[in-house]
């Protein structure tokens, strides 16, 4: 086998790439797209966790003062999103309306001033003709949210839940169409969005999400995947950047949401967010969709050469685009923005500048998400409509890269020497094409064949895999079984120190996946592999720690391994838990767990506590011994198959 690279970032650029430069590259019909069209953006939707229940009239909008000025006027009011969740907005309006006007959302970036900070553009608006809400986002202004969860918290579970502010953010503007539409001034069929930076991505999502938006300028917020990862421009990114991409798609196919409907893109060149030939590219993916569905003239790009941010050229262009696609003007403004500033207290909302204390935005990122409550066995038929039905939802979602049967795509093997009573092995193998993984076996001499054969990920501060070190199964009696460690990405020859770490759990999401999802399925690979090598039979998965949710998904998704074996497992995918896509969404770590239920599952030393709702579902489907401990590995085969004989499952 060729030598292919070990670097994981290398691999990252390489699907990056795929995924971008595969974006709309083949187009169906016209009629077949715009059929597809209701699907698509309910997936979107879906990835952003709106809620899917359709709102029952306008939001609660409490109006706590305005400002009436010589040709406009400033009110002042909240949505409440959700019960005690407010957003503070300005609505800058003409002072004299005959007649309703096209309805404007405004959505900020991460100005810290919020809607105060962004009032010239409100402002601008307001005077020209048009309804507009300015809205602070949930982080910023008069707000007590938070949009930096993986960026500096940690809130690698964020992912797990399925949560991104971007969703917040969305529903959010799409509240306040539902109050724009609600008003008598406002001519509910003609209405845009648009936002600079954090506000443009936004503005993006929430055009793609609201077919009710009829323009929208998203500003110095437009790129690719494979811009993010190969320059590392994620690194500068708020987690309100994306959304839970579980169907792996790229910024391009989000944009395309929005066809027919009129999109204007702002852009700066020397935006070191934003790249010309990422945003330049993807408005060219998108020209071919606009011609296909006969709208070339609702798709434009303005840029200017400037640094992230507006100049008079984009601000222009998107005043002039909103007045020909909402008013149906014939020529270009010429009006920029005045410095007619108020002071910020003037435009506050609450007073003191703060939503009140009772305001429970600060824990939107616990709620938003609706999770399942943990499932209750009541009996084997019941549970196993349960298991069939979550297991499948596991791989439409968290494991949805994942194929039916990981192999490894070239292996190479190597005879390492003897030591006693044991033979090694090393095998290279590819996972990717950029990307080659180790793995490592130890085969006892002696014994009868085929050998029972337990397989680990190796840790990531393991110093070393040699002879399967690292990974706990080299304690293992060669009287008993072999032993396998795979070197999972992140680990052993492809490490990644801990700022590197950062970003490649960040880039990954980008993708459609995770790490540990990643990680689990070289996990998967070289299992294959290590079983091939070794002619075993039977087959089971060791994990410790954090790393223990690789093999126990692994496991799940692979029906031929025999158990599990367990070392002081996290117990969670929430707050410390490894992250998978929205696998919260399907359950925590104890109820999927239980879905390898009836294979044995061997828990090393005393019974954990958390262990008691596996036991729980095991004992109500008939097979409450099947989860029972061990004092070290070497007894797992002759626990693994007393605990099959002790709860013999009939067959149904």
């Not at 952003?48 to 002042?76: F, I, W």
């Not at 993916?285 to 003239?297: K, M, T």
């Not at 890269?401 to 030591?419: C, K, L, S, Y």
């Not at 397989?455 to 706990?472: D, H, I, K, M, N």
Request: net charge negative.
């Amino acid at each position: 086998m060729e030598p292919i690279g070990t670097m994981i970032y290398e691999s990252l650029i390489h699907r990056a790439g795929v995924l971008t430069h595969g974006a709309l590259t083949s187009l169906p019909t016209a009629d077949r797209w715009t059929a597809d069209l209701p699907a698509r953006r309910a997936a979107f939707r879906e990835m952003l966790a709106l809620p899917s229940h359709p709102c029952d009239g306008p939001p609660p909008v409490t109006h706590t003062g305005m400002l009436d000025r010589s040709d406009y006027v400033v009110e002042k009011c909240f949505v409440e999103i959700f019960p005690r969740m407010r957003v503070a907005a300005n609505i800058y309006r003409p002072r004299t309306i005959d007649a309703p006007l096209p309805g404007m959302i405004y959505v900020c970036g991460h100005a810290a001033e919020g809607k105060c900070w962004y009032q010239p553009h409100g402002r601008w608006f307001g005077r020209h003709g048009y309804v507009c809400m300015v809205l602070d986002h949930i982080w910023a202004g008069e707000s007590r949210g938070f949009h930096h969860g993986t960026y500096s918290r940690n809130a690698w579970h964020w992912y797990s839940r399925g949560y991104s502010p971007a969703g917040v953010e969305v529903w959010a503007a799409m509240r306040a169409i539902d109050y724009l539409q609600s008003r008598d001034d406002v001519d509910g069929s003609r209405l845009g969005i648009t936002g600079n930076s954090g506000g443009g991505s936004i503005s993006w999502f929430t055009g793609a999400a609201d077919e009710r938006l009829t323009a929208v300028a998203p500003s110095c917020q437009t790129g690719n995947a494979y811009m993010q990862i190969k320059d590392r421009a994620l690194d500068s990114h708020c987690d309100c950047t994306w959304w839970v991409n579980t169907l792996g798609w790229d910024h391009t196919d989000v944009a395309a949401l929005i066809a027919p409907r009129a999109l204007l893109v702002a852009a700066q060149t020397e935006d070191y967010h934003f790249r010309p030939y990422a945003y330049r590219d993807l408005v060219h993916r998108l020209s071919r969709l606009y011609r296909l569905l006969e709208a070339p003239e609702r798709l434009a790009l303005v840029e200017d050469s400037c640094p992230h941010g507006y100049t008079p050229k984009t601000r222009l262009g998107i005043f002039s685009w909103f007045d020909r696609h909402l008013k149906g003007a014939a020529g270009p403004a010429t009006e920029d923005l005045d410095d007619a500033n108020e002071p910020h207290e003037q435009l506050w909302v609450f007073p003191g500048g703060k939503a009140p204390d009772d305001d429970r935005m600060g824990e939107v990122d616990t709620c938003f998400v609706s999770l399942p409550e943990a499932p209750q066995a009541t009996g084997r038929d019941a549970w196993q409509v349960h298991q069939a039905a979550a297991i499948a939802k596991l791989r439409e979602t968290s494991f949805r890269q994942i194929p039916r049967r990981p192999e490894p795509a070239a292996v190479e093997v190597r005879a390492q020497g003897t030591h006693e009573q044991w033979a090694f092995w090393s095998l290279d193998f590819q996972v990717e094409p950029t990307l080659t993984i180790q793995a490592h076996l130890g085969l006892p001499r002696q014994g009868a064949r085929p050998c029972p054969l337990i397989v680990a990920p190796l840790q990531a501060e393991a110093r070393s895999p040699y002879s399967g070190w690292g990974a706990g199964v080299n304690r293992i009696d060669a009287g008993c079984s072999a032993f396998g460690t795979v070197e999972v990405r992140g680990t052993g020859r492809t490490s990644i120190g801990p700022g590197l770490e950062w970003t490649v759990r960040r880039a990954y999401p980008l993708l459609g996946c995770t790490l540990p999802e990643r990680q689990t399925f070289d996990l998967l690979a070289g299992a294959a592999a290590l079983r091939r090598q070794a002619g075993a039979g039977r087959v089971a998965l060791y994990g410790t720690g954090a790393s223990a949710a690789l093999s126990v998904y692994a496991a799940l998704l692979d029906e031929t391994i025999e158990a599990v074996v367990l070392a002081d497992p996290v117990w969670t995918h929430e707050v410390g838990g490894p992250e998978f896509l929205g696998i919260l969404r399907v359950g925590d770590f104890p109820h999927n767990l239980a879905l390898l239920w009836p294979r044995p599952i061997l828990l090393v030393g005393a019974m954990p506590e958390e262990a008691a709702y596996v036991r729980s579902v095991y004992t109500a489907c008939g097979a409450g011994g099947r989860v029972r401990t061990i004092d070290d590995l070497s007894q797992w085969p002759a626990a693994a198959a007393a605990a099959r004989q002790e709860n013999a499952i009939p067959a149904a």
